[in-house]
């Protein structure tokens, strides 16, 4: 099975903070991805990445960046948090190969900025 | 512009009663589409996906209905249990040899015992 993680399930900051959120996947999966999850607003694409060092904006990456050094990690940094960045981010992994298209999803971080 | 939405935001269900979530999704060129569900806490999960050149997919307890001609998606769940309580989303990859997805709103499922 696919395994995706997060480093936290739940994260509390305050406004201005650097954060970073960390995520692993352990089948060597080529595509990784960031996003958050609102109510009313659904799943919104922070950022993607296709390959180690690459990286391409989503939607939304404004106040956002993204790491991805090693295959298997790919990690969203929110440079100085603020508020309206409190929400539920998804990190997300899936092949180029292997005849799917599927996104496998971790757990989830909730994150709640002060 | 390429959107995926929801008929229905919910839906109760009898248990044991069969349920279908609905979609409807803009994008004609879109050749691949997603069913996961999402429990309460949880990231999302993969149930079941089709692609284009497909009517209907079936896994199991559920089954994935793809009319192109109306550009509607439907998931069907066999014999609807408390577990199956969630909140369940429509996918679709919208760009050709893109990896992005689009993600409908949401569907929230609850099971009357």
């Known amino acids: 099975d696919v395994k995706v993680t997060q480093s936290s399930r739940y994260l509390v900051k305050r406004t201005g903070e650097k954060v970073f959120l960390e995520c692993v996947q352990d089948?060597?999966?080529?595509?990784m991805f960031w996003y958050r999850q609102d109510p009313g607003l659904g799943l919104r694409l922070i950022y993607f990445?296709?390959?180690?060092?690459?990286?391409e904006k989503g939607d939304i990456p404004e106040g956002y960046s993204v790491s991805r050094e090693k295959k298997e990690r790919f990690s969203l940094i929110l440079e100085s948090a603020s508020t309206n960045q409190t929400s539920m981010y998804l990190c997300?992994?899936?092949?180029?190969?292997?005849?799917?298209?599927?996104?496998?999803f971790g757990p989830g971080t909730r994150l709640t900025v002060l | 512009g390429e959107s995926v939405g929801l008929h229905l935001p919910t839906l109760s269900v009898q248990e044991g009663d069969n349920s279908i979530i609905n979609c409807a999704y803009s994008?004609?060129?879109?050749?691949?589409f997603i069913w996961y569900k999402q429990e309460s806490g949880k990231g999302p999960q993969f149930i079941i996906d089709?692609?284009?050149?497909?009517d209907k997919r079936q896994g199991q307890r559920v089954t994935v209905l793809l009319n192109k001609t109306v550009k509607h998606l439907s998931l069907q769940i066999a014999a609807t249990q408390p577990g199956d309580s969630a909140v369940y989303f429509c996918?679709?990859?919208?760009?050709?040899?893109?990896?992005?997805?689009?993600f409908g709103q949401g569907t929230r499922l609850t099971i009357n015992p």
């Open positions: 997300a992994s899936s092949p180029v190969r292997g005849g799917t298209d599927t996104q496998y």
């Open positions: 089948m060597d999966h080529e595509n």
């Open positions: 990445s296709y390959d180690v060092k690459m990286k």
């Open positions: 994008n004609s060129a879109s050749d691949y």
């Open positions: 089709i692609r284009s050149n497909m």
């Open positions: 996918a679709e990859k919208a760009i050709q040899g893109a990896q992005k997805l689009v």
